[in-house]
T-cell receptor, first 108, second 117 residues
Framework: SQQGEEDPQALSIQEGENATMNCSYK?????LQWYRQNSGRGLVHLILIRSNEREKHSGRLRVTLDTSKKSSSLLITASRAADTASYFCATVFNDMRFGAGTRLTVKP | EPEVTQTPSHQVTQMGQEVILRCVPI?????FYWYRQILGQKVEFLVSFYNNEISEKSEIFDDQFSVERPDGSNFTLKIRSTKLEDSAMYFC???????????????FGSGTRLTVV
């Protein structure tokens, strides 16, 4: 399916550590996006990487894309307790489909 | 910063009733979407809408659902004859474009929590 699948499903780290979340997908994409969702709230767009890009940075976020392996990773450096949320990758071809998400907990 | 606005934030309805969820997309966006998220589950695509017609829809989006852009600003999702399993958070989103070469992130609204009792 086009949908991304994230791993791990849950990740717990200490404040200051880096968090890496992975996403794999099965079909062609135009771009891949990462979103964040605080519990019970809306989705916040974090970063978009196009299919012809390999790496992108935004503040403490670093996203990589390997279209040959159909995978992407989201790295959050120097994590903070406020980064605690669910993180979803979403693949875009004709429309956007979400993966199941990674639940990140950053302990103070 | 421009926002996508959804109303109401929470709606409770009796099983079998019809509900209309409302969204005001960002004014210069051309593509509109509805997604839903059942509690504790993944965000699921329902439908995309462009140029006053449905451009894509998922297997979830059956005859029970319909979308409309009744005027220049609102984008609505109608759910007929609601069932208990329709209880979910419904998110509206809009984007400038999805076409390759012009890729934009989607802007999501805060969602409408629908509870069917």
């Amino acid at each position: 399916s086009q949908q991304g699948e994230e791993d791990p499903q849950a990740l717990s780290i200490q404040e200051g550590e880096n968090a890496t979340m992975n996403c794999s997908y099965k079909t062609s994409i135009n771009n891949l996006q990462w979103y964040r969702q605080n519990s019970g709230r809306g989705l916040v767009h974090l970063i978009l990487i196009r299919s012809n890009e390999r790496e992108k940075h935004s503040g403490r976020l670093r996203v990589t894309l390997d279209t040959s392996k159909k995978s992407s990773s989201l790295l959050i450096t120097a994590s903070r307790a406020a980064d605690t949320a669910s993180y979803f990758c979403a693949t875009v071809f004709n429309d956007m489909r979400f993966g199941a998400g990674t639940r990140l907990t950053v302990k103070p | 910063e421009p926002e996508v606005t959804q109303t109401p934030s929470h709606q409770v309805t009796q099983m079998g009733q019809e509900v209309i969820l409302r969204c005001v997309p960002i004014s210069n966006h051309l593509y509109f979407y509805w997604y839903r998220q059942i509690l504790g589950q993944k965000v699921e695509f329902l439908v995309s809408f462009y140029n006053n017609e449905i451009s894509e829809k998922s297997e979830i989006f059956d005859d029970q659902f319909s979308v409309e852009r009744p005027d220049g600003s609102n984008f609505t999702l109608k759910i007929r004859s609601t069932k208990l399993e329709d209880s979910a958070m419904y998110f509206c989103a809009s984007s400038q474009s999805t076409r390759q070469g012009k890729s934009y992130g989607y802007t999501f609204g805060s969602g409408t929590r629908l509870t069917v009792v």
